[in-house]
Structure formats: structure tokens, C-alpha cells
């Protein structure tokens, strides 16, 4: 499929992959829990909508020409969750989005993929100004998006809610 973007990444513990159509049953550990989806789908998927969620994800990639990434750990083949650039078409604006099955909350796995994520983004996607949407409540990921270095930049309200907007830093380019 053409992309803007790298298919795959690789970081010091994981393989940020394209999707594949057989990831819903690794992603299904998130998407089918309340607790993990609490704040992003509001509700556990059952497993048939975990698989649409997959190709949407996949269809994401074909339309705008990048997308979130599968995130593998590499000591193991074992799929975690997800991240990466994500803008579908309610959202104000493109964001790094990230989820994790909860087994691996808590091991900074998140926080690596993001700091991957952004530094793809500097070179590979300058002009995008990235965000993350981040319901007021969820604290624990308004804690990571403050640690890879985003700010605070308003509230909103979205799909019922009050939602935060983080601003990822401006992308910089590697030195030459």
C-alpha cells in the first residue's frame, strides 16, 4: 500500500508494523476490555467489532497514507497494542494516539512507541503538528503525553465529554 511513512519502525523493545488483517485477535486484549477502552471507543468491543476496528485501521493507512502501527515487543513476537499517527474524521485535528492491553500498563512501552512515533513524524511528515485527544479524566495518559514532551492546549467537548487537546512538539529534523 503506498505510504507517507515507514511500514515498520523499530525502537530498543519494539516493532511498530504496519497492521495486518490477523492482528484483531492480539488487539482484541484492548479493544475487549472496559477498563482499557474506558476513555477511547467508551465501551469493550466484541470480537467481530475488533476486526472492524482493524480495518478501519487499514483503511486509514490506504486513505491519508500513514497510520497507527501494531506495537510488538521484540523479545517476544507478542503484540501489545497500538500507536501512531491517527486523524479519523470527527477528530479537530491529527494526533498520536496509543493503547496498550493493561497487562503491559505501567513499563513504559507507551511512552517508547510515542517518542518513535515523533521522531518518524519529524522526518518523514514535517508539516503535520501532531496532538493527542485525551479525555479530562484519563490521568494516566495525560501523564505519558506530558512526559514525550506534549503541552496542555485546550479543552473541548467531544462526544459527550470534556476532552483535552495535548500539542506534540514541533517536529525537528535529525541533524545532518
Known sequence: MPSLIPVSLR????????????DWVGLHEYYGDAECTRYTTLQPLAPEETRRMVGAVRRHWERRGYGPYVLEETATGQVLG???PWYPKEWPEAEIKWALARRHWGRGFAAEAARAVQAMA?????GLRLISLIHADNAPSIALALAVGARFERAMDFRGGTYHVYRHP???????
Do not use: Q, T
Not at 11 to 22: G, I, W
Not at 122 to 126: E, G, K, Q, R, T
Open 11 to 22: 525502537s530498543a523493545r519494539l516493532h511498530l508494523r504496519c497492521v495486518a488483517d490477523d
Open 82 to 84: 497500538i500507536a501512531g
Open 122 to 126: 519529524a522526518v518523514h511528515l514535517p
Open 170 to 176: 514541533a517536529p525537528r529534523p535529525p541533524p545532518p
